[in-house]
């Protein structure tokens, strides 16, 4: 709702009330079109103040509700009302003014900001525009370039920002909304014709047409399929070249349109999903709200390879003092130089605060002996964390928390190696560890509550998204990985080249397809794995080189390792590089020859393979592991999944993530096209429904918020 008040006798206050952020919900609508009648309709008010609660101006429509039925006022006639004033509206902005929020303050007549405030448009990230005259209004105030900068990208501008591009009247250190009443005490009788926005021309700079083409060209580069930006652009487009009511009626339209989009659902679903993770539950019932953190101050990586080095700038970034151990004198000192390098480029592209006298280096691993928390990120050799963990148990004062960083091994099993079991978790940080927001957490069957606490709050302290999971081969993410990667294989075998696998699932949305994934990793990453697991048997011929445990296993990533084909690090794997390290894929003739006599050697035939098969073999078979997942309990719900997907393997955020994406298909659609590969290619692993999938499919293919309810109660895999 929103209070009135009036301040100084002549000034009419009206303050939003609706926490957390004051979002625009109809209860709050219809109380600021209330007070704004109260206040027009009071002679002793000459000017009126629109503030928030809790020193936050305003987060925009009211996301909860874009579900359901519309009620109250709608937004468009609100920001009419509030332009139309006779008296003199001024917005004191604290804290956020986004979305609808920035919207409510752009129809206002005068806008003060205090300087710690931030501005901006982020509904492209929930797939829409701002749809009460933000695409109208600010081409007007700051011209269309920086408009459209804004408005596409979604991107936050600080209150100086928003005072150089003339978005804010002034900017203040002192208390906002007393600033403002001041200011609307100074304009009292003022005329407001020049104030009112939508009554601006709208700039038309000489060369318009590149401006828009420009504009074009970089959101369907950044894009990836997302409809919402290049709708942004249409609609700043008619502001320009339309009349202001012809133009709101552009907005309107294109707005609806993105509305009722499966996009906006998606990304709407995925914004609540990020924020959901962080109220975490295991297996065994350990849960966020009544598992408390432990306090870390100083923090220790072991092991300064790259994924140890991003993790020590981003201990060091969030504050954390840190210990940064590498054995080898010459290991050390290059790990020192990069780890500065990339302190130096984070406070130079990013503003963050240069934190080189947060990390003291060592070549001993007694230098941890005094420190709260130690994140091991040795080589992924089992033998090797084995040591590190007997190592470090022995030399860690008692309490300290101990974290492993690898991508898969069992968690349960390094904890085995120390004296407390408890106190190991996995912080499994994706590369570059400084860059890339997802966290994994991973709880083993002995891991406290406490720790996993602490483990999900650094995460956060270190600007990560983090997902507690449970221990298995892999986790979740790359444990989802593995038969998506199969059966991108297995399409090789039957016929599809990497060029039209990767095209099919970049349409989709993936910056990069599976292969050129593969490539940019290394393949001989999976091939360590794949032989140590016993699957690499270069003697094989005949039918056993194809099969595994009595499965179907394509040997094809493991013979290109045995001919040096790692991928752009040798400058030839799934596709050819100009150079060892090159970065730009090309088709590889070699490679499709390769195939070619592969499938002459094993009695293969190439057949057709269309681009509705290969995605959903491909995307079919992971989404049938991520139901297996939440039917062991690994992870608590299928939003956990989705937020892994998305922000740590690339998967489209406007189609939600891998779990939404198999409700909006419809669960017994994937399970019939699921049996559908599996009769045709009965060995074939990964494309048996699981139970979970088939039960949730069978009762009716139910909203995603309800699978919990569906989701027996889960147990550990280990
Ligand atoms: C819009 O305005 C459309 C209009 O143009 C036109 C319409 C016609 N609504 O992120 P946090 C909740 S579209 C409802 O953890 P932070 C959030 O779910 C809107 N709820 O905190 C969370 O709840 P919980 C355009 C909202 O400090 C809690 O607030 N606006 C909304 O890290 C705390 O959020 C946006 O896109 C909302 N609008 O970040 C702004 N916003 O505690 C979206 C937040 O139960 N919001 N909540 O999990 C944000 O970007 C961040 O939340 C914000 C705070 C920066 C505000």
Known sequence: MALYSRVSGSVGMITLQ?????????????????????????????????????????????????????????????????????????????GIALGGGLELALSCHYRIAHSKARLGFPEVALGLLPGAGGTQRLPRLIGVPAALDLITTG????????????????????????????????????????????????????????????????????????????????????????????????????????????????????FFAQRAVSRWSTANGARWDTSKPRPV????????????????????????????????????????????????????????????????????????????????????DMALKKTVFQQLSAICKPGVLLCTNTSGLDIDELASQTQSPELVVGMHFFAPAHVMQLLEVVYGPRSSPEVVATAMQMGKKMGKVSVAVGNCRGFVGNRMLKPYLEQAFFLLEEGATPEQVDQVLEEFGF????????????????????????????????????????????????????????????GRGWYQYDKPGGRVAKPDPWLHGFLEEYRAQHGLVARHIDHQEVLERCLYALINEGFQILQDGIAAGPEDIDVIYVLGYGWPRHRGGPMFYAGQVGLDKVVERLEHYQQIHPDVPGLQPCSLLRKLAASGNPAIHKWREVIQKPRSQL
């Open 297 to 380: 101050r100083k923090a220790a990586v072991i092991g300064l390879g790259t994924m140890g080095r991003g993790i020590t700038v981003s201990l060091a970034q969030a504050g954390f003092s840190v210990v940064a151990v590498e054995t080898q004198e010459k290991q050390l000192s290059e790990a020192k130089q990069a780890v500065s390098g990339m302190l130096e480029r984070g406070a130079k592209r990013r503003g963050v605060p240069l934190a080189h006298d947060k990390i003291k280096y060592s070549c001993s691993v007694q230098a941890v002996a005094d420190v709260d928390l130690v994140i091991e990120a040795v080589f992924e």
């Open 18 to 94: 609706n926490p957390p952020v004051n979002a625009l919900s109809a209860a709050v609508r219809q109380g600021i079109v209330d007070m704004m009648h109260r206040a027009l309709s009071e002679p002793e008010v000459k000017s009126v103040v629109i503030c928030g609660q809790n020193g936050k101006f305003c987060g925009g429509a009211d996301i909860r509700e874009f579900g359901a039925k519309m009620t109250g006022p709608p937004l468009v006639p609100m920001v009419h009302l509030i332009e139309a004033a006779s008296k003199p509206v001024v917005a004191a902005i604290e």
């Open 511 to 570: 910056a990069m397809g599976v292969f050129k994934v593969s490539d940019l990793s290394g393949l001989d990453v999976g091939w360590k794995v794949r032989k140590a697991d016993g699957l690499v048997s270069p003697a094989s011929t005949g039918t056993s080189a194809r099969i595994r445990g009595g499965s179907r296993y394509s040997p094809l990533g493991d013979l290109l390792c045995e001919r040096g084909r790692f991928g752009q690090k040798t």
């Open 155 to 270: 991107r936050h501008v600080t209150a100086a920002e928003a005072r150089q591009l003339g978005i804010v009247d002034e900017v203040t250190d002192l208390n906002a909304v007393d600033a403002a009443v001041k200011f609307a005490q100074s304009v009292t009788g003022k005329s407001l014709d020049a104030r009112r926005i939508s009554t601006y021309p709208c700039p038309r700079p000489p060369d318009l047409d590149a401006i828009f083409e420009r504009a074009m060209q970089q959101v369907r580069r950044s894009a990836r399929g997302a409809i919402a930006p290049g709708t942004c652009v249409q609609a700043v487009h008619a502001a320009v070249t339309l009349p202001y009511a012809k133009g709101m009626e552009r907005e309107r339209e294109l707005f609806s349109l993105l509305f009722t989009s499966g996009q906006a659902r998606a990304l709407q679903y995925y």
